[in-house]
């Protein structure tokens, strides 16, 4: 079944120069690409991007990283899209979870900065679209 999911490469992974890198491996996996924007992200949207971490010890620090800088949002679509973009991603923790040969586990060290950011569900997927694609 053909789905759709959000990509972000978080303001780590464009401060590192990474965004060639992981839309390479999107699009070696064989995900097409229907939206692309690079954007800066006020806090209203990264609270509603994150609501379903409020109140946790981590929240704060996230929307003042995920604010921080520049951040690169995209819409991958194709069969089992959400699961197939957070196999490319790797487990949030980039040592503990994430694969080698995932983005996470080959470029990442701490889990606040784990360069980037996938949809975990159909429902979430729905939503997170909406939020940064409006138009879509
Ligand atoms: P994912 O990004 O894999 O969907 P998540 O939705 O559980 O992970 O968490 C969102 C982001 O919040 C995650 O990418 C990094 C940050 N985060 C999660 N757990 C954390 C923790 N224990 N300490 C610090 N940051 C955390
Ligand atoms: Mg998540």
Excluded: C
């Amino acid at each position: 079944m053909t789905e759709r999911t959000l990509v972000l490469v978080k303001p780590d992974g464009v401060e590192r120069k990474l965004i060639g890198e992981v839309l390479a491996r999107i699009e070696r996996k064989g995900l097409d690409l229907v939206a692309i924007e690079l954007r800066t992200v006020d806090r209203e949207l990264a609270a509603q991007h994150y609501a379903e971490h409020d109140g946790k010890p981590f929240f704060e620090s996230l929307l003042e990283f995920i604010t921080s800088g520049p951040v690169l949002a995209a819409v991958a679509e194709g069969p089992r899209a959400i699961a197939a973009w957070r196999q490319v991603a790797g487990g949030t923790d980039p040592v503990e979870k994430a694969a080698p040969g995932s983005i996470r586990g080959d470029f990442g060290l701490e889990v606040q900065y784990n360069l980037v950011h996938g949809s975990d569900s159909p429902e979430s997927a729905a939503r997170e679209i909406k939020l940064w694609f409006p138009n879509l």
